[in-house]
């Protein structure tokens, strides 16, 4: 079969073991069958070239998903070309994209490469529900998961981080995940594949780049193994965690009762386990409380019964002899009117200026926010965030809950309940200092726009 290689046929089976073991991998695994709709992530990098390559010569019901980022200028859209170019040749459908990656990013206060994942795996949904795909095949390999398990540790991390990337994780299929980066290099040059080579990956900005270069090569030279031996580990992990799930199951059955609204857990039993404070943790991060905050409720068990302690969800009790959890009560948020003629406002913890103007230039001040004026609906409403605000990113064809953006902020509990939203007819118009709704931003036809500013005082 012609696999886009200038012309050449080749015979897959008898390159290299590798494509052995490839095959044996999907085999075994169940990870891939011909009677499925497949829908392939291509950068037009050498390990998703690879992935492609193979799974054509396989014979697989496949279609091509190409995400432009728009972070490289003129070699991005090189990128999306020459992926096009390929599947052109070889009669494969393509899907492509391009982000306002960059926007989405300092909208959201996040890095680069989270907006970059937000948005992909985003469109990646769209994708798989309006053309029925059964899987999302991604070229993630072993070296990957390596990396990201070191990553996970320099941050710090529960059992979870140790994990790395799983082969199989809900509709998402990574059959390279017992591949090195090396082993797919070497397969590459000898079938000749041909892919693009991505300049930022040469950067040390990026600390997962920082880790490849540097610190890798360093654990090789004391392990050429290492990579086999920390996925060993992480599988290990793996099952270690589905042990501690099925058994937590069998103490919360024990510890906890559930009656209506309220979750008591019994202080007596609770301690009568092991680690205490893990089995607390397990108990509580349901219920949006961090392992730090157990470790905290942990020392007042043998205190005076009225403590309390939150997350952003929950309330949890201190009392004699059960720790009770409770949803937050629904205060009704404080709200402002924000007229056509205001200049100026005041709420608590910030003070608000606005300002008219036909300067449309984008803002790149976390604490200014510039709306298309022809889209806003007088008068405004300032309020705090409640349970169940959704909010379109820039960048983002669909909606995220505000309570899960602050989640990834990892603004603390007093930061969280001082965030504010602006509103425009029911709709959000920004979460203050983070967000900016897709609907509201400025665009090539905007003539005016609304400027507004925050300080806190």
């Known amino acids: 079969m012609k696999c886009g290689i200038k012309g050449r046929f080749v015979d897959f089976c008898s390159v290299s073991q590798v494509l052995k073991q490839l095959d044996d991998y999907i085999g075994l695994e169940r990870l891939l069958s011909k009677d499925e709709k497949l829908l392939i992530a291509v950068s037009g990098g050498m390990d998703s070239m690879f992935l492609l390559s193979y799974l054509i010569q396989m014979n697989y019901n496949l279609e091509v998903a190409?995400?432009?980022f728009g972070l490289r200028e003129e070699e991005s859209d090189g990128d999306e070309s020459f992926v096009q170019d390929f599947c052109q040749s070889n009669t494969i459908k393509f899907h492509s994209k391009r982000f306002e990656t960059s926007e989405y990013a300092l909208a959201n206060g996040i890095s680069i490469q989270m907006a970059a994942r937000d948005l992909r795996y985003a469109w990646f949904d769209q994708l798989r529900e309006t053309h029925f795909f059964d899987k999302l095949v991604t070229a993630h390999h072993k070296t990957d998961s390596t990396e990201t398990i070191l990553l996970n540790l320099t941050r710090g991390t529960g059992l979870k981080g140790l994990i790395g990337i799983p082969a199989i994780s809900g509709f998402k299929v990574r059959p390279l995940i017992q591949l090195s980066r090396t082993e797919i290099a070497?397969?590459?040059f000898e079938l000749k594949i041909p892919y693009r080579d991505d300049s930022s990956n040469a950067s040390d900005k990026y600390h997962r780049n920082r880790i490849r270069h540097h610190i890798l090569p360093?654990?090789?030279?004391?392990?050429?193994?290492?990579?086999q031996s920390v996925n060993h580990t992480a599988s290990i992990v793996s099952q270690a965690l589905g042990f501690i799930n099925h058994f937590m199951q069998t103490i919360k059955n024990d510890c906890v009762e559930i009656d209506n609204q309220e979750i008591s857990i019994d202080i007596k039993q609770l301690l009568k386990y092991p680690e205490p404070a893990f089995v607390l943790y397990e108990i509580l991060k349901d219920y949006g409380f961090n392992s730090d905050q157990?470790?905290?409720?942990?020392?007042?068990?043998?205190?005076?019964s009225g403590k309390q302690f939150f997350s952003t969800t929950h309330r949890l009790t201190k009392a004699s002899?059960?720790?009770i959890i409770q949803k937050h009560p629904d205060f009704k948020p404080i709200e402002y009117l924000v007229n056509f003629n205001d200049k100026s406002l005041k709420t608590e913890n910030h003070s608000w200026q606005f300002e008219v103007s036909e300067n449309t230039n984008f803002s790149k001040i976390a604490n200014e926010a510039v709306i298309d004026f022809s889209k806003l609906t007088f008068p405004l409403v300032i309020r705090t965030w409640k349970s169940g605000d959704k909010v379109r990113p820039i960048g983002m064809q669909g909606h995220k809950k505000v309570s899960d953006i602050l989640i990834d902020t990892k603004l603390s509990i007093p930061q969280k309940e001082k965030v504010w939203i602006l509103i425009s007819a029911q709709e959000i118009v920004w979460i203050n200092e983070l967000v900016l709704s897709n609907d509201f931003k400025v665009t090539s036809s905007t003539q005016k726009v609304l400027r507004v500013r925050t300080e806190t005082p």
Do not use: S
């Open 66 to 68: 190409h995400c432009n």
């Open 186 to 188: 070497e397969t590459v």
């Open 321 to 323: 002899t059960n720790l």
């Open 294 to 304: 157990a470790k905290d409720i942990l020392m007042v068990l043998q205190g005076i």
């Open 218 to 227: 360093q654990f090789l030279t004391i392990n050429q193994g290492f990579e």
